[in-house]
């Protein structure tokens, strides 16, 4: 079984400052990764993945993630944050060959931009 | 493709009673998820579907809680007997691969 730990519960961050978002997993196999983002009243929309490859992952408005296998982590940042980045971020993780590739999430992290 | 759409959006229910949830998915994603999201946590799985086929339920979905999938296209979430412990918001995913994983806006459950 997966589990997933969201170091950080809320983040406040003035705008135009750099961010990072923790994210530590723990797994007995390989797994994927994602980010997903949550802005006030709307559903979950997918960030960023790594399924193979480059483990700099990069999603179009700005953001970033590592996947670092040997500390098991997959932390998201961004250089530079606008006030609409303010939303609640998931990371989650799917067992690698696995017929459902059902997600398991961490707890959230709520980011607040302030202008 | 319109996304995944789900209804209805809010439901507020007396303990006891049953309710039903409807989830429609992007056109020809053959793959349906469930998940619950309780309030300040992370959305936990609940059932998946390929096709019209439930290949797997979480020990959450307890015997008051069934899915299904018929003609695989659009499913339905019940819960029979509901109890203030299943408020949450449940939400319904799609996918054409599996690696990426449409949400729906969810249905938000009040068991009063």
Redesign the interface.
């Known amino acids: 079984a997966q589990s997933v730990t969201q170091l950080d519960s809320q983040v406040p961050v003035f705008e135009e400052a750099p961010v990072e978002l923790r994210c530590n997993y723990s797994s007995s196999v390989s797994v994927y990764l994602f980010w997903y983002v949550q802005y006030p009243n709307q559903g979950l929309q997918l960030l960023l993945k790594y399924l193979s490859g480059s483990t700099l992952v990069e999603s179009i408005n700005g953001f970033e993630a590592e996947f670092n296998k040997s500390q098991t982590s997959f932390h998201l940042r961004k250089p530079s944050v606008h006030i609409s980045d303010t939303a609640e971020y998931f990371c989650a993780v799917s067992e690698s060959g696995a017929a459902g590739n059902k997600l398991t999430f961490g707890g959230g992290t709520r980011v607040l931009v302030k202008p | 493709d319109t996304g995944?759409s789900q209804n209805p959006r809010h439901k507020i229910t007396k303990r006891g009673q049953n309710v039903t949830f409807r989830c429609d998915p992007i056109s020809e994603h053959n793959?349906l998820?469930w998940?619950r999201q309780t309030l300040?946590?992370?959305?936990?799985?609940l059932t998946?579907f390929?096709n019209e086929a439930q290949?797997?339920k979480s020990r959450l979905l307890s015997d008051r809680f069934s899915a299904e999938r018929p003609k695989g296209s659009f499913s339905t979430l019940e819960i029979q007997r509901t109890e203030q412990g299943d408020s949450a918001m449940y939400?319904c995913?799609s996918?054409a691969t599996?690696?990426?994983?449409?949400?729906?806006?969810?249905t938000r459950l009040t068991v009063t």
Do not use: D, K
């Open positions: 995944v793959r998820y998940y300040g946590q992370g959305p936990e799985f998946y390929q290949l797997e939400l995913a996918s599996g690696y990426e994983q449409y949400f729906g806006p969810g």
